[in-house]
């Protein structure tokens, strides 16, 4: 049996290819692919900025249907709708059982051998589109699926969950490591995406203050309506001197950097008071500096956190919980609706960013 996917070819081509339907084994599922998206990371290896073999599948956003079960996946039934985080967690390794499942096998050591000649290995958990066959397809396998499927709640679309394997899980961690308490002031660096779900997550997490920052006019509308108070656009204003009059001098709680370069980086710690948090959610090309007076020789007690997209079936259904409680609403993200089998045009859309795009719903 035989299925369409969308496939790595060489750098700068992604194609729609036949490849078999995975065959599963016990504690894998085969899920029936309804909706899935595209990402920037997606894009990266598009342009062969992060190095994938030929001819795997990529994407790493599954929504869709219970098309098989392993004989050792129990509680689900064929049918059944489900999604999957972008992280697949096994649950079994060290970095999962001390409580970071998103680092399941980053490190890669030979367990037999007595050395400690440990690698680490940036894509820890990540497999999907990364290390196995992903979800632009219409079917994907879904390994040690009892930790990673996530029942769909009744009355809630596609669309609706489709931000919850990935973008809102990060943008939610990088709200969450930022230490916000209540009535706290929070800077969040970048309105894309993962930016705009920071932004709903500190909200949620008793921010009093939100200043969003963006160049785009239309995605710092859209931080309004996920909780932004404030809104500047960096090409209007100097950031940092108008953050800190907002602030009366004394500088934002938490800062949450979601774009991945230097400037913003830096941009973030100098907005910091004292004690305050940087929350890192950025995926870097380059080395960092980190500024001696923005850090204060060392010396401000400031915190730097870092992030991996959460997955697994326990956060899945605590994100989808949100959205069937009403308390966020992501359907401004999806803003364009593709075929699979027109994935190269969607590419190119999303890759260019034209025409106000944010996420693309994809559907076999």
């Known amino acids: 049996m035989m299925m ?7 750098p700068n081509r992604i194609e729609i290819i036949d490849k078999a339907i995975p065959e599963i084994g016990p504690n894998d599922a085969l899920i029936k692919i309804s909706t899935t998206t595209i990402c920037g990371t997606d894009v990266h290896i598009l342009k062969g900025e992060y190095p994938v073999k030929q001819g795997l599948t990529v994407g790493h956003e599954p929504v869709g249907v219970i098309e ?35 680092q399941d096998g980053a490190y ?23 290390i196995i066959d992903g979800t632009q397809a219409e079917y994907v396998l879904v390994p040690d699926a009892q930790a990673n499927l996530a029942p769909i709640p009744d009355g809630l679309s596609d669309e609706q969950v489709l931000m ?14 930022a230490n916000i308490k209540i009535g706290d002031t929070v800077a969040v660096f ?11 997550g500190a909200k949620l997490r008793g921010a009093s203050v939100i200043i969003a920052i963006d160049g785009n006019n239309q995605r710092l509308e859209i931080a309004k309506q996920l909780g932004a ?14 953050i800190m009059k907002l602030t009366c001098g004394r500088g934002v709680d938490a800062s949450i950097e979601a774009l991945g370069l230097q400037s913003t980086f830096e941009q973030g710690l ?9 929350s890192s959610l950025g995926v870097y090309s380059e080395d960092l500096t980190i500024p001696l007076s923005a850090f204060a020789a ?26 069937n409680s009403g308390r966020i609403n992501l359907d401004p993200l999806v803003t364009h609706q593709y075929k699979l089998e027109n994935i190269v045009e969607a590419y190119d859309l999303f890759a260019n960013q034209r025409d106000g795009v944010l996420k693309i719903a994809v559907t076999p």
């Open 68 to 102: 098989k079960l392993g004989s050792n996946v129990q509680g689900y039934c064929e049918g059944q709708r489900v999604i999957a985080g972008a992280i697949c967690p096994s649950f079994t390794s060290y970095a999962c059982q001390d409580g970071l499942p998103s």
């Open 190 to 200: 970048a309105q894309g995406p993962i930016g705009l779900c920071a932004t709903a």
């Open 270 to 278: 100098r907005v910091l008071k004292p004690g305050g948090t940087l």
């Open 4 to 10: 369409k996917a969308a496939a790595f070819i060489e």
């Open 108 to 130: 890669l050591h030979d367990e037999s051998c007595n050395c400690h000649q440990h690698g680490y290995k940036a894509t820890a958990g990540w497999r999907f589109g990364n």
């Open 229 to 242: 108070d404030v809104t500047l656009n960096f090409n209007d204003v100097d950031v940092v001197d108008e």
């Open 298 to 323: 060392g010396l401000g007690d400031h915190k730097i956190n870092t992030a991996l997209c959460p997955g697994g079936k326990e956060r899945m259904r605590r994100l989808m919980s949100i959205i």
């Open 164 to 177: 919850c394997p990935d973008i809102m899980s990060t943008g939610f961690a990088g709200a969450e490591n």
